[in-house]
């Protein structure tokens, strides 16, 4: 990379959006689970679309490559940079318009989700994304990766919650669509594009995303299932018995929650006798009062025909925190326990809990030290798939042990029709997958990217950036 053209880049901008001091550099080229780590040679901070459009309009004629960064919170090495110039969106962060009677709210790429969510709360809204990282992740980040979180089940991923954006291409250009239109019958509709493109397409420097009211009353609950396939059916029972009021449905084993409880301090199990497999259950419903009447009449339907063997339902705002916190903690209480191989993938719902039994069988019996700790978002389909060593301390001298099971793994999704990838990314962790599995998928990928994109200044490395062989 020319220094003449990054000492140009560098004068040309206000010196509020530029950093090449090592101390702040560091903050930004390694991910929060240290499992990746790299390096850039400048650090960009614009303040505008404006500037995004001049920055990137003289990275392509120089030929610079740029990686831009949200929060940096993404779990498949998309957000850390291998000598690119980064462009870290978190000065952009202001909340732009709140149209309550469009219904919705449009704001700047760098804006943190949680503060999106309060300001969506402030004016009597929901923004209904959810997941465990909302006190950094970015809206761009959100949207570059497709997020997805909790409440899928009943509002859908980010590019479900988009209704316009406004971003940079790589030459400068500014393609902007702001408006909040429901209704669009113009063509192309060009903003899924960049929605889960991973930066590989251009710079999200603004989103118009969707609002929804905000629920009269909410229930939660825990309930002991005997196996995933019990979790499945009771799924199908609650959907049906509360007409269609299920939030969340989350799995978690006895396995990830005995993680929580030793390493997480003041968490406990919520059932007694610690059973196998616990689901967490998120009923919403537009009357007042009326979540939890549903919530205690369906379970107790689900009681009947022998779907669980027992159930709490939260009394209180406070002890529904403490499921959730509960369910949100399992990636910390599993990052203590020691290195796991991670899979988030997905099947369809009538398919999870085949996949199940066959792949938690096919895992620990080819390594006697692998323990499966699969948790997460059931009631889409969407399973945390995560292979342990059942003592702690695991290293990744196990995690090489155990790579093989992998590709098993996601043999065995394929067979189910499933996704090696439901809602983080493919990045550089599962390009090699992505290539082998879906080639005429990644063929045509790559050549929109090449007409966008054809200096491949953008992400050159992440998602698409291994050549077939
Ligand atoms: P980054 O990590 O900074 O970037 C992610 C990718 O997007 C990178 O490739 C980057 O180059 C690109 N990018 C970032 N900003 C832009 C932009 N403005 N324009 C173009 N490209 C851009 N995900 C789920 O879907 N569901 C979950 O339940 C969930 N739980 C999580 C829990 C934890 C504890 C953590 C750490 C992560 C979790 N995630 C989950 C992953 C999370 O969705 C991603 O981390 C998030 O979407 C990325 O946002 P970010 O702002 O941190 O982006
Ligand atoms: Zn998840």
């Not at 799924?235 to 030793?262: C, I, Q, S």
């Not at 290293?395 to 090696?420: E, M, N």
């Amino acid at each position: 990379m020319s220094t003449t053209a990054l000492s140009d880049l560098k004068s040309s901008l206000d010196p509020k959006a530029w950093s090449d001091d090592p101390a702040e550099l560091s903050g930004h080229v390694s991910d929060w689970r240290g499992r990746y780590r790299g390096d850039t040679p400048l650090l960009l901070k614009p303040g505008s679309t404006q500037e995004v459009s001049r920055i990137l309009a003289a990275c392509n004629a120089a030929g610079i490559a740029v990686l831009p960064q949200g929060g940096n919170t993404g779990l498949v090495g998309g957000s850390t940079p291998q000598g690119e110039v980064l462009i870290s969106l978190k000065r952009m962060n202001a909340i732009r318009v709140i149209d309550s009677e469009n219904d919705s709210l449009t704001c700047e790429a760098g804006a943190i989700l949680e503060t999106v969510q309060g300001a969506a709360a402030e004016a009597g809204k929901l923004f209904p994304l959810s997941l465990g990282a909302q006190g950094s992740a970015m809206i761009g980040g959100l949207i570059s990766t497709n997020a997805g979180g909790v409440h899928v089940l009943r509002y859908g991923m980010m590019r479900e919650l988009v209704l316009g954006l406004e971003a940079v291409l790589p030459d400068g250009r500014v393609l902007s669509d702001l408006s909040g239109l429901r209704k669009d019958n113009t063509g192309y509709d060009l903003k899924q594009l960049f929605i889960g493109a991973e930066g590989t397409l251009g710079v999200v420097t603004a989103a118009t995303l969707k609002l929804f009211a905000r629920p009269a009353s909410t229930a939660v609950a825990v309930a002991a299932v005997d196996s995933p396939r019990k979790a499945v059916e009771l799924l199908g029972h609650m959907k049906d018995a509360t007409g269609g009021a299920v939030a969340a449905f989350e799995l978690m084993p006895k396995r990830g929650l005995d993680m929580v409880v030793e390493h997480v301090p003041g968490a406990r199990h919520p059932l007694a006798g610690d059973p196998e497999w616990t689901v967490l259950i998120e009923l919403t419903s537009a009357e007042k009062d009326r979540a939890a009447t549903l919530m205690e009449a369906a379970l107790e339907g689900a009681f009947e025909r022998d779907l669980l063997s027992d159930a709490v339902i939260a009394q209180s705002e406070a002890q529904a925190h403490e499921f959730w916190m509960l369910r949100e903690s399992i990636p910390e209480g599993e990052k203590a326990h020691g290195k796991a191989a991670k899979h988030d993938v997905s099947v369809p719902v009538s398919r999870m809990a085949a996949f199940m039994e066959e792949a938690i069988e096919l895992a620990e019996s080819a390594d006697p030290d692998a323990m499966v700790v699969a948790f997460g978002h059931v009631g889409d389909g969407n399973v945390h798939f995560n292979v342990s060593r059942r003592a702690p301390g695991a290293d990744d001298a196990f995690i090489s042990r155990i790579a093989p099971i992998t590709a098993q793994i996601y043999d065995l999704v394929d067979k189910h029709h499933g996704s090696i990838s439901a809602e983080h990314g493919i990045g550089t962790l599962k390009q090699a997958e992505l290539l082998a599995r879906k080639p005429v998928e990644a063929e045509v990928m790559r050549a929109i990217k090449a007409a966008l994109d054809p200096n491949n200044i953008m992400n050159p490395r992440i998602l698409l950036g291994v050549k077939p062989s």
